[in-house]
Nanobody, 122 residues
Framework: QVQLVESGGGSVQAGGSLRLSCTSS????????MAWFRQAPGKEREGVAG????????FYSASVKGRFTISRDNAKSTLYLQMTSLKPEDTAMYYC???????????????WGQGTQVTVSS
């Protein structure tokens, strides 16, 4: 049974930091491109950051570049998202995702987590 379980969400004030984690099981996550997506109320889900199975240079959306850092620990089957300098507009449900090749768009995602809520107050 494939599972992606996110944790680390919560409520913080603007300027604060949070670290999200996503632990995978039931499949070999080290073979997958892994990503974080988010969805704010009334908005479409959008890609935030992604990292290929081989590592390499991660990719980020323009809105989070320089503030968020994605990383992975394949030995622990865990994906991370370090979020700093948080803004109210970062408020959203954050989802972990896995794709076989490219994970920068929802179309290619094979597995999804259930999401973890991040709320940033001004």
């Amino acid at each position: 049974q494939v599972q992606l379980v996110e944790s680390g969400g919560g409520s913080v004030q603007a300027g604060g930091s949070l670290r999200l984690s996503c632990t995978s099981s039931g499949y070999t996550s080290s073979h997958y491109c892994m990503a974080w997506f988010r969805q704010a109320p009334g908005k479409e889900r959008e890609g935030v950051a992604g990292i290929y199975s081989s590592g390499g240079v991660p990719f980020y959306s323009a809105s989070v570049k320089g503030r968020f850092t994605i990383s992975r620990d394949n030995a622990k089957s865990t994906l991370y998202l370090q979020m700093t300098s948080l803004k109210p507009e970062d408020t959203a449900m954050y989802y972990c995702a896995a794709a076989e090749v490219y994970c920068g768009a929802q179309t290619y995602v094979k597995y999804w987590g259930q999401g973890t809520q991040v709320t940033v107050s001004s």
